[in-house]
């Protein structure tokens, strides 16, 4: 039983392995181009499907409390399985397991779908990963390989705003996986070993409560941390960013609550900090979503918001650590109503997108959109309102007693929200020809299915009603907003697009040319001693060994030749990996007085 914990990552990783072939030819054409030839094989497409089902299995069937050392490992890997990690591991296999379905229906040209598929895995391996590492090396690892695939994942189009949205990803994403690492580092320096537990985090500063939080903030969208996240969910093709808003998001508050001191030492400072970031991204996203014009975009504020309102009640915890029990379990539900929902939320509109509307299909799609949106907004009988209730002991309890009144406006204001995506759904039609969606559709609706059932199964009934007059306040403004619109289309015309996608880039890409500009005035008066001292190093290289070849690294860029040694990378690691049983695992590296 013990085995699934590790069949779980890895059996994603070794049908990643299998695509590396098509990293040892050369592609047909480029990613965003549709190659010729025969459709991708089913039984290839249907390995991002099959790719989940151990996770699924593992999360079902292992026993909470469930431990498996791997000393030969990387050096000494902890996998395990606790109560908060089943809940995650469990809403993460669905979904990836939902979105493999999608994919495997949308994305059938053989070149293109070779290449999702591969980057697909890549990201699914790292996110199972770290979900069921126990050990600091296990988190880190796993995030950084979900990190990097998914910037792959979101370039796939490989459309001009796909690749700006990719380059911003990728220098926000390295920057938190640089505070990641040094938080990792601190952790283990402070606690001295490399499975921490909670007592152990008690000894935990705020130098490190600070890199854990800005490491996690970048992936969680944090309020000033969050410019990729709208550009990115946008670009992303709907499979990956139903992952990527579901799913990945989620990573960053399961870190923060296995490795931030909650329960264990009050850090009233770090504490308040942390409790207004939450609490500005909370309010910060809505009014931005709510003029954008694509779905998608809408739904990535959406996120920053939500993951907004999590942040906020770490922050109440570090205050008071007696609000820690309480908090931890409407944070760990919160993440999988979040989840359901919001992968939910892109997998229909990517239905309603891909020409549901031009089949009887339409009215079922548009009603699970609704289903998903009220519970987005977490409207009464919905899991959102299970979670808001679960959330009430948190801010009723807070130091600011303000508070309950401030999250009933951002109630409000989330309703128009998702009022709006609906406009936005129901606006969408296109001219597109009806695909073939059987099992998409079946794996959407057993997701609307679950999000239907989530507040009856885990929810009391005295939380049901919550949320009633925030919402049904929301329903009101809406409903006259569209009546509005509706009788004149071009009244909020002016409003829509006023702050584009990214909002925040607006001001950071003007500076950057500045500084671009800046630094080449600077460096100009050294350029020419640049030049000659590289003239004389490269006529004194020729001296002794003669003339290089005219481009050297032509070779290297073949992509025979850079497969080649990306597998011979692989192979070099896979060795690392089994010496490792020479070294003691991890739980040696605690003190021994």
Not at 122 to 140: E, P, R, T
Not at 155 to 163: F, G, N, P, V
């Amino acid at each position: 039983m013990m085995d699934w914990l590790l069949l779980a990552w890895i059996w994603p990783l070794l049908l990643a392995l299998t695509y590396l072939p098509v990293l040892t030819r050369r592609p047909g054409q480029s990613w965003g181009r549709a190659a010729t030839g025969e459709a991708l094989p089913t039984w290839r497409a249907s390995l991002v499907v099959i790719a989940a089902l151990p996770a699924l299995a593992a999360a079902l069937m292992v026993p909470v409390g469930a431990e498996l050392s791997l000393p030969w490992l990387f050096l000494g890997t902890q996998l395990g399985l606790d109560g908060t990690s089943r809940v995650f591991l469990l809403f993460t296999a669905i979904l990836w397991l939902a979105a493999g379905l999608y994919a495997a229906q949308s994305i059938r040209t053989p070149e293109r779908a070779r290449r999702f598929h591969a980057l697909y895995l890549l990201a699914m391996a790292g996110n199972l990963w770290l979900i069921l590492g126990q050990d600091l090396f296990s988190f880190y690892a796993g995030f950084a390989l979900m990190g990097l695939a998914c910037y792959g994942l979101i370039i796939h189009d490989a459309r001009t705003e796909a690749l700006r949205a990719g380059r911003v990803y990728l220098v926000m994403t390295l920057i938190g996986e640089v505070c990641l690492f040094v938080a990792m580092l601190l952790i283990a320096q402070q606690t001295g070993t490399a499975v921490p537990t909670t007592a152990d985090l008690a000894s935990l500063d705020t130098v490190a409560v600070t890199f854990i939080i800005i490491g996690l903030g970048v992936k969680a969208g944090l309020v000033p941390l969050h410019l990729w996240l709208p550009t990115a969910y946008a670009a992303a093709p709907t499979p990956a960013s139903a992952v990527l808003g579901g799913a990945m998001i989620k990573v960053a508050l399961l870190g923060w609550l296995r490795f931030l001191p909650l329960g264990t030492s009050a850090l009233p400072e770090a504490g308040t900090v942390i409790a207004v970031l939450g609490l500005i991204s909370l309010f910060y996203a809505l009014p931005i979503g709510l003029v954008q014009a694509d779905a998608k975009t809408l739904l990535g504020y959406s996120s920053i918001s939500k993951m907004g309102l999590a942040v906020l009640l770490l922050g109440l915890m570090l205050i008071e650590p007696s609000l820690a029990p309480a908090g931890m379990v409407a944070l760990t539900l919160f993440a999988a109503h979040h989840a359901l929902v919001k992968g939910g939320l892109f997998l229909g509109i990517g239905l309603r997108q891909d020409g549901a509307q031009k089949t009887w299909l339409a009215a079922g799609v548009l009603i699970g959109l609704a289903v998903l949106a009220l519970a987005m907004a977490s409207a009464p009988f919905t899991s959102g309102a299970v979670t808001k209730y679960l959330m009430k002991p948190v801010i009723a309890d807070s130091p600011w007693p303000w508070l309950p009144a401030a999250l009933a406006v951002a109630a409000v204001a989330t309703t128009l929200l998702m009022a709006r995506f609906l406009w936005i759904a129901v606006m969408s039609a296109t001219n597109r020809t009806p695909q073939p969606r059987g099992w998409s559709m079946l794996a959407w609706a057993g997701i609307v299915l679950l999000v239907l059932i989530f507040p009856f199964a885990l929810g009391k009934p005295s939380s049901w009603p919550t949320n009633s007059i925030p919402v049904g306040i929301g329903v009101v403004l809406g409903t006259l907003v569209a009546l509005a619109a509706w009788a004149n289309p071009g009244w909020l015309k002016p409003l829509i697009g006023l702050i584009p996608a990214g909002d925040l880039l607006v001001l950071v890409r003007p500076a950057q040319t500045l500084a671009l500009r800046i630094g080449a005035v600077l460096y100009r008066p050294w350029l020419s001693v640049q030049q000659q001292v590289q003239q004389r190093a490269v006529a004194l290289f020729e001296r002794f060994f003669g003339a290089a070849a005219a481009d050297p690294e032509r070779g290297l860029r073949a992509w025979p030749v850079a497969g080649a040694l990306w597998i011979g990378i692989l192979v070099l690691l896979l060795i690392a990996m089994l010496a490792g049983s020479a070294v003691p695992d991890a739980s040696s590296l605690g003190p021994t007085g």
